[in-house]
């Protein structure tokens, strides 16, 4: 079964911090890279954040120093710790696989979770 459901969205004011969470099927989460991506109405989705199997990270310019991935590999579990966000961080927020998983040849993503910077 294919997995992906993520919480923890919300309003915030700049300058504050949420944290999210993802819980994911064990068939995308076991042996691979789980990655924080996010997109913004008339952008294309974007890898925030990377967290390689063994734990190495990797973030976008953006977000780096403010944001940390981490995982919980026996919950099959990935979290982004957002501190010092943005206006510009507003966008839906989901979790998947990089690269993402497949599902029917097609991409499969969970149902997201909003995330809004405004004061």
């Known amino acids: 079964q294919v997995q992906l459901v993520e919480s923890g969205g919300g309003l915030v004011q700049p300058g504050g911090s949420l944290r999210l969470s993802c819980a994911a099927s064990?068939?995308?989460?076991?042996?691979?890279?789980m990655g924080w991506y996010r997109q913004s109405p008339g952008k294309q989705r974007e890898l925030v954040a990377r967290?390689?199997?063994?734990?190495?990270?990797n973030y976008a310019d953006s977000v780096k120093g403010r944001f940390t991935i981490s995982r919980n590999n026996a919950k099959t579990t990935v979290y982004l710790q957002m501190n010092s966000l943005k206006p510009e961080d507003t966008a839906v927020y989901y979790c998947?696989?990089?690269?993402?998983?497949?599902?029917?040849?097609?991409?499969?993503w969970g149902q997201g979770t909003q995330v809004t910077v405004s004061s």
């Open positions: 998947n696989s990089d690269p993402p998983v497949k599902l029917d040849r097609r991409d499969y």
């Open positions: 967290i390689s199997s063994v734990g190495t990270t």
């Open positions: 064990g068939r995308i989460f076991t042996f691979s890279a």
